[in-house]
């Protein structure tokens, strides 16, 4: 049973990210009204925090990282893939889980992914110096679809019901984001079990590296915020959209990066592992967190 949904989600990968990612925003979009967007303009210093740590906090802990260890070339690119690409909408669902300021939240992730299409390739080619192809580029239409089809629209539609039917709101917010985190359940089943996440191929160290640095991003995207001064429903907004990064789009960016042939094969398996481990234990590992936000921000 196992291997043969293991082969239907190879087969439809990007239709479970895709479905994921819809449902999780018309979930969140049928608990915020237009003034939770406006009250983000209005009082835009947290917005402004967010961006701050989300461009430059991630890539000084991977500079950090870098210049204190001895990583291998595809632990390196994996990890400048991770700081390149901007927080995921996962983040929204668990800033969301953790009753954070949901609208930040969202608000960030719009923003960063328009922007990574400027700040990615000046990150990777900061971090990678003049490892960067000359024929890269970002797989920009890829991206500006997924931002509007998969992101505003169903969020849209989300903030449409709660408008016109609030009745339906409730139902349609638990409902969607349960199954879009079945999903994300299904996402990462599938991927461990098509050998994606073969952590003897990987090496122990290697983990423990993906690991700190995860961890040293949920303590720095907590502490900067909270040293500016920030309330505690956008200090957990700024945490999750820095912590959880967009792996699908890292995913992206990494074929782009190794199409050419500039690499070998085995550093562009190790960048690739690095990615998919991060965006599992990414998931594991802010869940303590989201444990805390429901403690301390009571519906």
């Known amino acids: 049973m196992l291997d043969s949904f293991v082969r239907f989600y190879l087969e439809n990968e990007y239709s479970f990210a895709a479905t994921q990612l819809a449902l999780a925003m018309l979930g969140m ?9 406006v009250r983000v303009v209005r009082f835009p210093f947290s917005f402004f925090t967010g ?47 953790a009753r954070g300021n949901t609208a930040l939240s969202v608000t960030l992730t719009t923003v960063c992914s328009i922007a ?18 000359d024929d890269f580029s970002m797989p920009a239409a890829t991206i500006a679809t997924d931002i509007v089809v998969n992101l505003l629209v169903p969020l849209a539609l989300g903030m449409l019901i709660l408008k016109h039917l609030p009745k339906v709101a409730g139902p349609v917010s638990v409902w969607s984001i349960r199954v879009s985190l079945l999903i994300i359940v299904g996402i990462v089943v599938g991927a461990a079990g098509a050998g994606r996440l073969d952590l003897a191929a990987f090496g122990m160290g290697n983990f423990a590296i993906i690991v700190a640095f995860i961890m040293g991003l949920l303590v720095m995207s907590t502490l900067v915020p909270i ?24 995913l992206l960016i990494h074929v ?11 550093v562009a ?13 990414q998931m594991l590992l802010c869940i303590p967190v989201i444990i805390v936000g429901r403690f301390c921000f009571k519906a």
Do not use: W
């Open 256 to 266: 782009a990066l190794f199409a050419g042939g500039n690499y070998p094969e085995q």
């Open 116 to 133: 990574c299409l400027v700040t990615a390739p000046v990150i990777l080619g900061l971090l990678l110096v003049s490892d960067l192809p």
């Open 29 to 37: 979009g049928a608990t915020l009204r237009v003034a939770d967007f």
């Open 51 to 97: 961006m701050g740590v989300q461009i430059v906090g991630v890539f000084l802990v991977v500079l950090l990282l870098m210049n204190v260890l001895d990583l291998a070339t595809g632990l390196v690119i994996g990890l400048a893939l991770c700081a390149a690409v901007p927080g995921g909408t996962t983040s929204n669902i668990f800033t969301h889980l």
């Open 269 to 281: 398996n190790q960048a690739l592992l690095a990615m998919l481990l991060y965006g599992a234990l």
């Open 227 to 250: 040293l500016c001064k920030r309330e505690g429903k956008d200090v957990m907004a700024i945490t999750m959209e820095v912590t959880v990064r967009n792996i699908n789009l890292g």
